[in-house]
């Protein structure tokens, strides 16, 4: 393993570790602390396997990258639950209510500039130039993805994001 794959398994374990402990505070609503521990132990567990194996898509330079090993951890989080007998749904449902915590955590106000800033020229520009590398298709992993950018009169821009091929998909294979 090279230094880069040891600093990318670093970095990822990290934040799969700081995601299992906010999830705990959601699965302590439903499960006894126990099984929480329990749950929290083996996600880690099937966290140290599964991070050599998610693709490398362009690091950091790659806004995709974040949803690959999202992904990876929610496949991770899945195995554990089921391995105490939990039923995907449930894990799923569980899920949905961790992703609910994280975006709230953002505050409104960024948000809102956020929304706006999307239908400016830097925002139309930065989905171009974030989508202009998954064409050339240089990462076979990666997502494959165009953005059609329609004014509507003078102030209205709307975007459609065509996936060609998706890297969740890929990786689920």
């Not at 090993?69 to 449902?93: D, N, P, Q, R, T």
């Not at 989508?131 to 821009?157: G, S």
């Amino acid at each position: 393993m090279n230094q880069n794959s040891k600093s990318k398994k670093r970095r990822v374990f990290w934040t799969y570790k700081k995601l299992i402990k906010l999830s705990e505070k959601t699965m302590i609503k439903y499960y006894s602390p126990e099984m929480v521990a329990r749950i929290s132990e083996l996600t880690l567990t099937e966290c140290e396997g599964i991070i050599e194996r998610l693709p490398y898509i362009g690091g950091r330079k790659n806004i995709f990258t974040p949803i690959i090993e999202f992904v990876g951890l929610l496949i991770c989080f899945y195995m554990a639950m089921k391995k105490e007998g939990i039923e995907a749904v449930v894990s799923v449902y569980i899920a949905i209510e961790i992703v609910e915590k994280l975006i709230n955590k953002v505050p409104r106000f960024i948000g809102l500039i956020l929304g706006k800033l999307s239908f400016t020229n830097m925002g139309i520009n930065f989905f171009k130039k974030l989508t202009a590398p998954t064409l050339k298709k240089i990462y076979p992993e990666d997502f494959v993805c165009n953005v059609a950018i329609i004014k509507k009169d003078k102030k209205e821009i709307e975007y459609e994001f065509e996936f060609s091929e998706c890297g969740v998909h890929k990786l689920f294979e």
